[in-house]
């Protein structure tokens, strides 16, 4: 059983490499279309919406939809469809094109966060779950660092129609493997410990399986300022870089090293949550998150680029706390409707946050708009200390 659970995490792995390589290419293609469609930033913002707002939409049917047809098939669909999505964004030709596919690729990819979540707690009942939903959780930044860097080199070799198409056949190919894979993987996968049924009688009179939903609620609420946080500065950092002097393939590049030292933060984080306790750990990377957005904006193009990596580390290990703790506060047998709400709420936040901060944008400038993003992150040290009462915090002799 041991093996059968690190292959799953290990295909959960792969799909998330995979969806996080399709989110984050857009932030390498987004000024690429501001330019040739002539995009005001609102509409930019509308862009990014339009494909995180899909995702989340999907978040929770996908959810409830896996506990009658399993999490395996919708995956496999899901992904075929964003994959899709990318390869038909090709032949966009303004605006509303590039919209609607977007929208319609969002949707597919609502099913990975939900449901591979709930195959790697599935996978590790028993085992070092939190550490496990780290390792998952870390993949995905390898696909941010690999990918969005990848397509924007290749766009500069073949346009950006033909690297975003190549990179939908790959995310076909993948569709396919991962349905292989889990067919023969996740029917044998453990079922529930005795306590973990009991635990789960609460669960199913609250419907969501929430046992702790102060502590939800308030997790939650950080995961939203989270990811609202992440995503308007996504959006707008290659427009601050391409006004300091950076090329697009030096935009691809410096997301690299943003998501290189994000992928670094995921895992470092999680141990040092074991060690300091989720709070204290959350405490410290959004202050630093913060502290790194207002350096970075008068910073010239070679500091920038140097700061770029310990500030990933900051803007993106807070997600790994985050995630391993929704598990500890909901009950097993309705995990994945439990993340499904989770995602939705905080991935609906991140949806939200490029189309507002673009309206700003738009009236302020880009500056302004990222001295917004980081006041915004501040305001969840306030809700750590709600969440502490209901976290177990490590003693320290």
Same mark, same amino acid.
């Given at each position: 059983m041991r093996s059968r659970a690190r292959a799953v995490l290990a295909a959960a792995c792969s799909i998330h490499f995979v969806h996080d390589g399709f989110s984050d290419i857009l932030y390498v293609l987004l000024p690429i279309w501001a330019s040739e469609f002539r995009l005001t930033f609102a509409q930019v913002g509308v862009i990014r919406t =339009?494909?995180?707002?899909?995702?989340?939409?999907?978040?929770?049917?996908?959810? &409830?939809?896996?506990?009658?047809?399993?999490?395996?098939?919708?995956?496999a669909a899901g992904t075929a469809v964003t994959a899709g999505g990318f390869i038909v964004a090709g032949l966009a030709g303004g605006f509303l094109s590039l919209l609607l596919v977007l929208?319609?690729?969002?949707?597919?990819?609502?099913?990975?966060?939900?449901?591979?979540s709930s195959l790697v707690s599935k996978a590790y009942e028993t085992g070092p779950r939190r550490a496990a939903l780290g390792t998952y959780n870390f993949s995905g930044d390898l696909g941010k660092v690999a990918v969005p860097a990848a397509v924007a080199f290749a766009a500069l070799l073949v346009g950006w129609r033909a690297a975003s198409a190549a990179y939908g056949v790959i995310g076909l190919v993948a569709a396919a493997a991962i349905l292989g894979i889990l067919a023969r993987l996740a029917p044998e996968l453990p079922a529930p410990a005795a306590d973990d049924r009991a635990q789960a009688t609460f669960g199913a009179r609250s419907g969501w399986g929430i046992r702790n939903l102060r502590g939800f609620q308030s997790l939650t609420a950080i995961g939203m300022?989270?990811?609202?946080?992440?995503?308007?500065?996504?959006?707008?950092?290659?427009?601050?870089?391409?006004?300091?002097?950076?090329?697009?393939?030096?935009?691809?590049?410096?997301? =690299?090293?943003?998501?290189?030292?994000? =992928?670094?933060?995921?895992?470092?984080?999680? &141990?040092?949550?074991?060690?300091?306790?989720?709070?204290?750990?959350?405490?410290?990377?959004?202050?630093?998150?913060?502290?790194g957005i207002l350096v970075l904006i008068p910073a010239p193009l070679p500091a920038a680029l140097a700061i770029l990596p310990l500030m990933g580390v900051a803007l993106n290990g807070t997600s790994s706390v985050l995630y391993g703790t929704v598990a500890d506060l909901v009950s097993a047998d309705r995990r994945s409707r439990a993340y499904?709400?989770?995602?939705?709420?905080?991935?609906?936040s991140s949806a939200l946050a490029p189309s507002f901060y673009g309206l700003i944008g738009d009236v302020a400038g880009v500056s302004t708009t990222l001295v917004g993003v980081s006041a915004l992150v501040l305001t969840t040290i306030p809700l750590c200390l709600v969440l502490r009462a209901s976290v177990a915090e490590p003693v320290r002799a």
């Open positions: =339009a494909y995180s707002g899909g995702m989340a939409a999907f978040q929770i049917p996908a959810g &409830l939809l896996a506990e009658r047809w399993g999490e395996r098939r919708l995956l929208l319609i690729a969002g949707l597919g990819s609502g099913v990975q966060h939900p449901l591979s300022i989270d990811n609202a946080t992440r995503t308007g500065f996504l959006t707008f950092l290659p427009f601050a870089l391409i006004a300091k002097g950076s090329s697009v393939a030096g935009v691809g590049t410096a997301l =690299a090293l943003l998501f290189a030292g994000g =992928a670094v933060g995921k895992f470092a984080c999680g &141990l040092v949550a074991e060690r300091l306790g989720v709070i204290r750990t959350v405490v410290l990377t959004e202050a630093a998150t913060a502290l499904g709400l989770y995602y939705t709420l905080t991935i609906m």
